[in-house]
């Protein structure tokens, strides 16, 4: 079992102050403060606060580059990824270059054929698919590794632009420009862009570019904050750190979104996941939407993504987003199989479970092995990489960490142990993809165990639940719960978690797996849920939880979502 700690977020007073005596209630400035919030101009999500797109290094010569095609009419070409990170920057790229007179198609990588970014079997691919062949690549949310995918085009006559988040390698692609805000040589003061914020600021840079130039002299000026919504998602889903400059765009694609001013295909997701967008908030964005859209990347085709992302007809739009959610619900079953397989290895008698997890089997599925890692690392809270079978001997794993480990740093350091284990690697703190020969797997684990406790420095593992202290009653209101889901919350500017002792006044099973409860605190009687918890709790208890709005006949109640109890 683990061992879970439970402490309360360090709140810098003088900066709850501050915000007090700029207007903030007490409540928010407490809940701010604790997150790194000095001012109230960070609280501030209108679009003049956005960074300007001028600060990120090559957009302007992106930009003209772009501007230059447009006008000689020349075809252009988005390369995608196939996460909705990779989906909605296409889309924005589409929709934001149609908007601004370009020629523009896009294709995508298939993950289980040509791998990830623009490879040269990518390239190879799209000269057999493509006629006429582009004038110019525009890669979008990948491109920055892709050295040698580069390279292969240029030898086809064909010029890319790279626009990417990712984190480049000691060699950079010979691109005529790249748009990074991560390359050594950008000072843009946020890192945290996702793939779609990056190519949103291109679209920005673009068309300044081209009002410079008098192409909006006599024709309307595009409205590039109609692909908010897109903004949002992309940047929500692919769970980079929620800065200032990301809250700003991620708040107003919501506000979009409450509106009803969003894309086409974003209303028919919400459609399909029955979820209302009036409400819409961060959380519907990641667990609700981005997993449809992600089911392609992972089962099939992501192009069906795009398309659904970039349709203008509700009737296409909602047969697509109905397809995405089909694949949605076989990736569910898929990762529930695969993930009971892996708990029968682990709990079987020839299994030692050390101070990391490596699972395969050779009937798993590459897309969803990923799933695999992150349900496991959260039940045994250790590093944890799953794998499936590749091809000619190959297998292919992907992983998820916890706050302890590195984990690109951990395959780095066994990539450099053992040079010829791994065969390509990549992937950041918290998550990374990798390939090794199949001979070789009982090899790689005890190699990777090792290095885990060296990155580290531990053997041992705990997570860290990180709350927000008690909740005043004064504020356990649905008016503060309905503020609360207002507000974007997410990576980096975790959602507020609250500890409480209170009273079981009854509980009973809701479809056998999710525990439904009445709670008392002082005189105030609390609707409880808890997901996936069957176990009953004792009369008195702490409870960790949520405070949410629940919307119901047309009226707002409260209830807490509990996480954790003691």
């Known amino acids: 079992m683990v061992s879970v700690q439970v402490t309360n977020r ?66 252009l070409l988005i390369i995608a990824d196939y996460d909705c990170d990779g989906a909605t920057a296409c889309a924005v790229g589409i929709r934001g270059l149609r908007m601004l007179g370009a020629k523009v198609d896009f294709m995508v990588p298939n993950r289980f054929e040509t791998g990830y970014g623009l490879s040269p079997a990518v390239i190879d691919v799209m000269l057999e698919r493509i006629s006429p062949k582009p004038d110019l690549i525009i890669t979008v949310d990948n491109g920055i590794a892709s050295v040698d995918g580069v390279a292969a085009a240029k030898s086809h006559g064909i010029d ?23 390359q050594v040589a950008c000072d843009f003061p946020s890192k945290n862009l996702a793939g779609v914020g990056v190519i949103f600021y291109t679209m920005m840079a673009l068309r300044a570019e081209m009002r410079t130039r008098g192409h909006f002299n006599h024709r309307p000026e595009p409205r590039l904050d109609s692909l908010a919504d897109l903004v949002a998602l992309g940047t929500v889903a692919d769970v980079v750190k929620l800065d200032s400059n990301n809250r700003i765009l991620v708040s107003q694609g919501l506000a979009k979104m409450r509106s009803g ?26 667990f609700k939407i981005g997993p449809r859209i992600n089911a392609a990347g992972r089962l099939a085709d992501m192009s069906i993504g795009i398309r659904c992302l970039i349709s203008d007809d509700y009737d296409e739009a909602l047969t697509l987003a109905k397809q995405l959610d089909e694949w949605n619900h076989t990736r569910r079953s898929i990762e529930q199989e695969m993930s009971s397989q892996a708990m029968e290895e682990i709990e079987g008698d020839n299994f030692t479970l050390k101070h990391s997890i490596c699972v395969f089997n050779q009937e798993w599925h590459q897309g969803v092995v990923g799933i695999v890692a992150s349900r496991l690392k959260e039940k045994f809270w250790k590093p944890t990489l799953a794998f499936a079978p590749g091809d000619d001997g190959e297998i292919r794993g992907s ?52 290095a885990v406790v060296d990155i580290s420095g531990k053997t041992n593992f705990s997570p860290l639940i990180e709350t927000d202290g008690s909740l005043d009653l004064a504020y356990a209101n649905a008016e503060t719960a309905i503020a609360l889901t207002q507000q974007v919350w997410g990576a980096g500017f975790p959602s507020p978690l609250f500890r409480d002792v209170f009273h079981v006044r009854n509980q009973r099973l809701l479809k056998d797996k999710h525990l439904k409860l009445q709670v008392m605190r002082g005189q105030q009687m609390f609707d409880a849920i808890w997901f996936n918890h069957t176990e009953e709790l004792p009369e008195t208890v702490e409870l960790v939880y949520e405070f949410v709005p629940n919307y119901w006949n047309g009226n707002v109640y409260t209830q807490l979502m509990i996480r954790h109890a003691m």
């Open 10 to 75: 360090i709140v810098n007073e003088a900066d709850a102050q501050k915000l007090i005596s700029q207007g903030i209630n007490p409540f928010m400035a407490k809940l701010w403060a604790a997150r790194g919030v000095s001012d109230i101009n960070q609280t501030d999500t209108s679009w003049k606060q956005l960074l300007a797109p001028t600060l990120l290094t090559e957009v302007e010569k992106g930009a003209r580059i772009l501007a230059d095609a447009i006008e000689q009419g020349k075809n």
């Open 261 to 286: 001013q969003m894309s086409i295909g974003i209303r028919a997701l919400f459609d399909v996941a029955g979820t209302d967008p009036r409400q819409a908030n961060s959380m519907d964005l990641g």
């Open 399 to 450: 992983g998820r960490s916890v706050p302890d480990v590195h984990l690109r740093d951990a395959l780095d350091l066994v990539s450099k142990r053992y040079p010829h284990l791994i065969q390509k690697f990549g992937g950041h703190a918290m998550a990374a993809g990798l390939t090794i020969a199949e001979k070789d797997f009982n090899n790689f684990i005890l190699a990777f165990d090792k």
């Open 160 to 182: 890319v632009l790279v626009t990417d988040h990712h984190l480049p390698g000691d060699v950079l692609p010979d691109a005529v420009a790249i748009i990074n805000p991560n």
